[in-house]
């Protein structure tokens, strides 16, 4: 079956539809808003929790009321929504490469490699991701929104790697992959010729979900006060709304988008790891 004939299959299940259209809409939306509104989303530009609506003393319509600084609520949601994609999108990259090299060199390598970095793998299993995130950002004196990407990435592998541990230790007894070895190919060759191409569709369904992870992480911290530092995002909104206690004011434009924009990224990547995983999983395609 060629390449397009399984793209035009995959698109065939409405969870994989669904979820690509869902994030496609928002990458849209916060892609092409900035176009329109090319202010500054730091701009104090109207009265303390104005109403949707509302307009300030030049004319401009806020349609999502302003914040607790008189910021344009609207802009601000697109901003800290890029900010967040941005962070998830690194974070999910150097998880999942992370992940994918050790498990590789674990499961294809063997012997003292394989135990050393198995037992690596289960003590960052033992301890929980989100406590190393806390103690790693409380330490540093700067925090960038890419040094807090990398910081969640470099805690997101060990499922990852894993997973592709378990794929690779079957996979490397193989006839194809010791015929590999009988022409004399090297390691790195025979892992990335003969091993990669068989995980490769678990490799990015284990990526989307690390993107979603890594947003849900970044938006976790923000909301504690430990996130990147003068950096707008929907995890440090939400930190800014419950610090000005939005809440018990009823300003829930000051919030509640913010955890709709998230739960929607997240619904939309789990949606197109489960549609990819009824496509490419055996067990359960139909």
């Known amino acids: 079956m060629s390449n397009r004939s399984n793209v035009k299959l995959l698109f065939c299940s409405p969870r994989f539809l669904t979820g690509f259209i869902l994030l496609v809409v928002l990458l849209a939306f916060v892609l092409i808003y900035p176009l329109i ?26 349609y999502l009321g302003s914040d607790n600084f008189g910021r344009d609520a609207l802009l601000e949601l697109v901003h800290g929504t890029r900010t967040s994609l941005k962070v998830g999108l690194i ?57 807090t990407a990398v910081i969640i990435g470099l805690t997101g592998w060990p499922n990852i790697s894993r997973a592709v541990r378990g794929q690779t230790v079957s996979l490397r007894r193989r006839e194809h ?23 490769a569709s678990y490799v ?23 996130g990147a530092f003068n950096t707008m995002s929907l995890g440090t909104m939400m930190n800014w709304a419950l610090m000005f206690t939005a809440p018990s004011m009823g300003a829930w434009w000051a919030f509640v988008p913010c955890a709709l924009v998230i739960s929607a990224i997240t619904f939309s990547l789990y949606m197109i790891n489960s549609g990819m995983d009824e496509f490419f999983n055996p067990k359960i395609r139909s």
């Not at 090319?38 to 307009?55: K, T, V």
């Not at 892992?191 to 990669?196: F, K, P, S, Y």
């Not at 990015?204 to 430990?226: C, P, R």
């Open 37 to 62: 509104d090319s202010s500054d989303p730091f701009e104090m530009i109207g009265m303390r929790f104005e109403n949707p609506g509302s307009q300030t003393f030049s004319g401009k319509v806020l």
């Open 91 to 147: 974070g999910g990259i150097t998880s999942t490469l992370i992940g994918l090299v050790i498990g590789l060199c674990a499961g294809f390598i063997g012997g003292m490699v394989d135990n050393f970095l198995t037992a690596l793998t289960n003590m960052f299993l033992v301890i929980p991701s989100f406590v190393i995130l806390i103690l790693i950002s409380v330490s540093l004196h700067s925090r960038s929104e890419v040094m």
């Open 177 to 199: 992959v010791n015929i590999a070895r009988i022409t004399g190919h090297s390691t790195l060759r025979i892992i990335c010729t003969e091993v990669l191409p068989y995980i």
């Open 204 to 226: 990015f369904m284990a990526f989307t979900m690390q993107v979603a992870y890594s947003i849900l992480q970044e938006a976790s911290l923000s909301m504690l006060g430990l």
